[in-house]
């Protein structure tokens, strides 16, 4: 079975940090480009971060530049988000994504594989 699923949501202060992680199970995850993607309580999904099938090519979201970076271990079928510097506007439910190219866009239907998400809250 084709799955993602991410790891590493919590709760934290304002100011603080975390570090999520997406795993592949069932297929390489080095054969795709990632989107890492949240969506807040009566918000739209919106894209957070991407990164290509090799690394070589990022993208963040202007909320997040600076502040989150993106990156993977194709050896482990892992990618990761480190996330610094968290606002409590940072709270959602955080995704990954999995798409054949890399696009450099947050088109929702370009990703092809979904995990089921892990909550992130930012509050004091």
């Known amino acids: 079975q084709l799955r993602l699923v991410e790891s590493g949501g919590g709760w934290v202060q304002p100011g603080g940090s975390l570090r999520l992680s997406c795993a592949a199970s069932?297929?390489?995850?080095?054969?795709?480009?990632i989107g890492w993607f949240r969506q807040a309580p009566g918000k739209e999904r919106e894209g957070v971060s991407l990164?290509?099938?090799?690394?070589?090519?990022?993208n963040y979201a202007d909320s997040v530049k600076g502040r989150f970076t993106i990156s993977r271990d194709n050896a482990k079928n892992t990618v990761h988000l480190q996330m610094n510097s968290l606002k409590p506007e940072d709270t959602a439910i955080y995704y990954c994504?999995?798409?054949?190219?890399?696009?450099?866009?947050?088109?929702?239907?370009?990703?092809?594989?979904w995990g089921p998400g892990t909550q992130v809250t930012v509050s004091s």
């Open positions: 069932g297929f390489t995850l080095g054969n795709y480009a």
């Open positions: 994504a999995a798409a054949t190219y890399y696009s450099g866009t947050y088109s929702v239907p370009s990703y092809r594989y």
């Open positions: 990164i290509s099938s090799r690394g070589t090519a990022t």
